[in-house]
């Protein structure tokens, strides 16, 4: 799910753009917590600095800005999904052949056994790590030496980027960049991960423009970028040192299918996706939730409710409590106090926000295995117990995952687009219907708002699109299993042998679980990351920038 940005100055002899790049990652942070990285370019040279972490302390709280002078670059933060939790993995990568390229990757291939064996028998590349984004990148790459120019002009880049489209299967939002020339931005043939594109007037040259482009629209605005454009499926965007931005159709768009799972809890509500508001489609979700609390419930046991209680992004129900209170858990597909909010209010109950979330502690669904989320939600959530002993609650949750914030465990689908979840087996879902659930985590009722029909999930999505939207599809193979590509054959043994330790093994690999239950209902998962930096794993063996020189 990372999050990728990358900066144009219109004033070329500009050196911050870090500073830029540096402000879109906390911005984006939410989309990944376990690496951050600027690579940036002045003149020929360019100029580095990632590791594992946060964006805080892998640049020191801005204090290593210092050390990336450049006019352009990119951002990257990390959510693991495939390869391992090591600096060697934080992005952006680079290769110096041809032209010293750049790349920064949101998301997920499916194809990698063959992509490795075409980079080493046919291409000769060498690979160093096990991330499937540096065998993206040196697809790119060899498809643009194969061109054998001593210089490359904007058609080389688009030629060379339809090898991209042509062997790289799966879900994927790129920045790029070629070291002195430009910024190059891509997107997947079914636009499953987002990304978009703004501009506004240069600070330090009269007359030119800046060029931003993010996964979220929320780190243009915030940074005074406007005329915020989506990057349309199968499309690339390249802008040129000191010129505009060239839009070219690579592939034609097979789909515009963004993934739902954005607007259910990856994004920030801030954000607009595809011309669809996250909050508004938020919002919708918990609208229609609650037209299916009343059908299941009835309408007396919806007069017997006193409370609705948000979870916040925790998914925890508070055990110490239950033999005290009869709950009854909503899945809402959504971040959880937006949802709550609304279905309250079409409830006609009181919202009471009982559960106290420590701002400390971050996003526990993206860490990177099962012991740490756990220990990360004790951490996290903290009862107010008056608010529970003796009640009738309604608690609203996104979504019900592993057992790590409620105590339970889902049945599922493996995903391939780029969120890491669980093993089937470690699911709430798993082997169990919905009143097996509910018996589990010891609540009197699981509703799960459903994925289709005129009041589930896409159609919340859909109705809060603007007129401008072109999507009338969603990517919802996280919840039933139905992927928009097909899937080659042995991918999902491939990822549960990577988890179970019968071939090398990784830290994470990508994995969503969702499952659809007897009655139709959705069952989904989710949860979020963080991790250790060592300062030389930050500059990555960096000199500062008064040591070298640039090439023009």
Known sequence: MCGVTGLMLGDTSATTAAVDLHESLYLLQHRGQEAAGITVCQGGRVY???????????????????????????????YPTMGTSSASEAQPFYVNAPFGISMSVNGNLVNTEYLRAFLDEEAHRHVNSDSDSELLLNVFAHGLQKLGKRRANSDDIFTALSAVYSKCQGAFACTAMIAGFGILIFRDAHGIRPLCLGSRPSATLPGATDYF??????????????????????????????????????????????????????ARPDSTIDGISVYRSRQKMGEKLAIKVREVLGEKAVAEIDAVIPVPEARMLTLSLRHQVSLLTVSSFQTSNTAAATLAEKLGKPYVTALIKNRYVHRTFILPNQALRQKSVRRKLSPIESEFRGKNLIIVDDSLVRGSTNGARIRSDSCRYGIDLADPADL?????????????????????????????????????????????????????????????????????????????????????????SDEGSVVASAGPACGPLEDEEATNGMRSPMHREDIR
Request: glycine share 10%.
């Open 428 to 516: 709430v879902a798993y082997g169990r219907s919905r009143q097996e659930i509910a018996k589990y985590i010891d609540a009197d009722d699981v509703i799960f708002q459903d994925l289709d029909g005129k009041n589930g999930l896409k159609a919340a999505c859909l109705e809060a699109a603007e007129s401008t939207s072109q999507v009338q599809f969603f990517e919802t193979g996280v919840f039933n299993g139905k992927y928009v590509t097909e899937v080659p054959e042995g991918y999902f043994e491939h990822l549960s042998e990577l988890r179970n330790g019968k071939r090398k093994p990784k830290a994470t690999v990508a994995h969503v679980e969702a499952s659809v």
């Open 48 to 78: 580095q600095c990632k590791g594992l972490g946060m964006a805080v302390k892998v640049f020191a709280e801005g204090r290593r800005l210092q050390q990336l002078p450049g006019f352009m670059g990119l951002g990257h933060l990390r």
């Open 213 to 266: 482009a993010a996964s979220e629209s929320v780190a243009l605005k915030q940074l005074g970028f406007g005329n915020i454009v989506d990057i349309a499926p199968g499309q690339a965007v390249f802008i040129k040192k000191g010129g505009a931005p060239e839009f070219r159709q690579i592939i034609e768009q097979k789909a515009y299918t963004p993934d739902s799972f954005e607007f259910v809890y990856l």
